[in-house]
């Protein structure tokens, strides 16, 4: 514990600043609350949007986050943030690491914002913090030599606070980030994946990032780091628009419908709370769930016309639990494991396997119900993809296996027939394995499509369920991933469907 109530914020000398420094994470005394939680509140001043100059006081959602922060999972501190719009996130972080900065010398922190207007906006919050610290510090240890629209530098504790912008392709090259923060990440333009690897790359290990934004598609950098954030070692913390304590309106006297009173007892919401849901309904129509989003799934819209039927997707990402079994990193997952006496078919849609690239993927059905058993999805070259498909094909009772021929899928096959001596595989015409053509990749999509929709209970792959959200079809007709999305699980199980209807003539589900 650290006394520090009977000091003022007027009495924070350097010394004390350092000392503090070295305890961020440490309860205050006599209080829940972190030290740099004291920090913050004691010497930092926002303007509230009454327009008023107050004292910082953290809500309920930058409370959780010191609070995680505080107490890092598994001793990272790389965050991922999905939010309602307003909730206070930025100026929490920009807050955090300005305490960061100022009372451990040397610290460099950064943010980085989607255009040029909102850094200009966050570094107006940044300068507002430092323009409204004690005098005695202002003047002494924390007197800038540098305060213009992108930096603010402390020469007496070698420290500096950055703003830049994500349209800068070179932000962040060349320095050594002890905090980053990338603000609305799924607004970035350009080259989004290599401007956030750049950045990345800056920040050295026990090194702080936090990556936030508004949702936006069901596709791009932001919604796929939110998905693999547990295989890149972030946190998630998701935030619905009741975390912001004036989302209210007068409450009318309509009844509530089923959905809404369904929400408003889910999540204990008042009748103030469900006016201002109404109210932004209305305003913002079919972008209401990416802007005040209220679950984590269906808060990411997919673009243009999407080939899956989205409701059927929705419903069912809400009923999945967990696999019985997940392991290789996650790149297996199975639901129902193999039970003797059933048949079953796997499906495989092979890629190079890159690392940056395309991913591999097999899809195993029961023959009979057609209901997803396992899936394997990973960067695997043709050798170790084999290897994998082979032994799970095994396990499953020796299941059929329909490997895709085109382009990779040769190697696979020559793999699984020589080094492996798999002789269950799916025939097409005199050769073995699968051949997607012009001809029928679309009665595939449409097969897939037509048993999403009718039987969605026999789909429990959280991923293949998400690739299919963002699967929509262009202008010319052409259904296709929406440019950084994937298709490797939807390709798979459209093999596997398409096989399973060919080989044994089934139609019903």
């Not at 946190?235 to 007068?250: I, L, N, S, T």
């Not at 094909?393 to 793999?415: F, K, P, S, T």
Request: hydrophobic share 40%; aromatic share 8%.
């Amino acid at each position: 514990m650290i006394s520090m109530r009977l000091r003022p914020a007027a009495a924070v000398d350097l010394d004390l600043l350092l000392a503090l420094g070295k305890r961020l994470d440490s309860p205050a005394a006599g209080a829940e609350e972190t030290v740099r939680q004291w920090l913050m509140e004691e010497l930092l001043r926002i303007r509230t949007r009454q327009g008023e100059l107050r004292p910082l006081r953290l809500n309920a959602a930058q409370r959780a986050l010191e609070r995680c922060a505080a107490r890092p999972v598994r001793g990272t501190r790389k965050s991922i943030v999905l939010k309602a719009r307003q909730l206070g996130i930025t100026t929490y972080v920009a807050a955090r690491f300005l305490v960061h900065t100022i009372t451990r010398p040397g610290t460099l922190s950064v943010q980085v914002a989607h255009e040029q207007q909102a850094a200009e906006e966050i570094f107006r919050i940044v300068h507002r913090f430092v323009e409204h610290l004690p005098e005695r510090l202002r003047a002494g240890a924390l007197c800038t030599s540098r305060a213009n629209v992108r930096q603010i530098v402390f020469p007496r504790l070698d420290s500096e606070y950055r703003v830049e912008t994500a349209a800068d392709p070179n932000a962040g090259r060349g320095m050594t980030i002890q905090n980053l923060h990338c603000s609305e990440v799924a607004r970035w333009p350009g080259l989004v994946a290599e401007t956030l690897a750049g950045v990345r790359a800056a920040v050295p290990a026990g090194g702080e990032i936090v990556l936030e934004s508004t949702p936006n598609g069901a596709t791009g950098i932001f919604y796929d780091e939110w998905h693999r954030s547990g295989e890149i070692g972030y946190v998630r913390h998701f935030f619905p628009w009741w975390w912001e304590p004036e989302y209210r309106r007068r409450a009318d006297e309509r009844e509530l419908s089923e959905q809404e009173a369904a929400l408003a007892a889910r999540f204990g919401l008042s009748a103030e709370q469900m006016a201002f849901r109404r109210e932004m309904q209305v305003n913002f129509g079919v972008r209401f769930a990416e802007e005040f989003p209220e679950d984590p799934e269906t808060c990411f819209l997919a673009g243009g016309e999407c080939v899956f039927e989205l409701a059927a997707i929705e419903r069912r990402l809400r009923e999945l639990a967990e696999p019985a079994e997940c392991s290789l990193n996650g790149c297996l997952q199975v639901w129902l494991p193999e039970m003797p006496g059933r048949r079953y078919l796997i499906g495989v849609d092979p890629a190079e396997g890159n690392a940056d690239g395309d991913y591999s993927c097999a899809q195993v059905l029961d023959r009979e119900t057609a209901m997803q058993c396992a899936e394997l999805h990973g960067h695997f070259d043709a050798r170790e993809l084999a290897s994998r498909v082979a032994a799970l094909a095994r396990r499953y009772n020796n299941a059929l296996v329909a490997v895709e021929r085109n382009n990779h899928g040769h190697a696979v096959i020559a793999q699984m027939l020589t080094v492996h001596a798999y002789p269950s595989l799916f025939p097409a015409g005199d050769k073995p394995g699968w051949l997607t053509t012009r001809v029928n990749r679309p009665p595939m999509l449409e097969e897939l499509a037509a048993v999403l929709s009718q039987c969605p209970r026999l789909f429990n792959s959280r991923r293949l369920l998400d690739e299919c959200r963002s699967f929509v079809r262009r202008p010319d007709g052409r259904a296709e991933a929406e440019p950084g999305s994937h298709d490797d699980a939807i390709m798979a199980m459209a093999i596997t469907l398409a096989a399973r209807k060919l080989q044994f003539q089934v139609s019903s589900f």
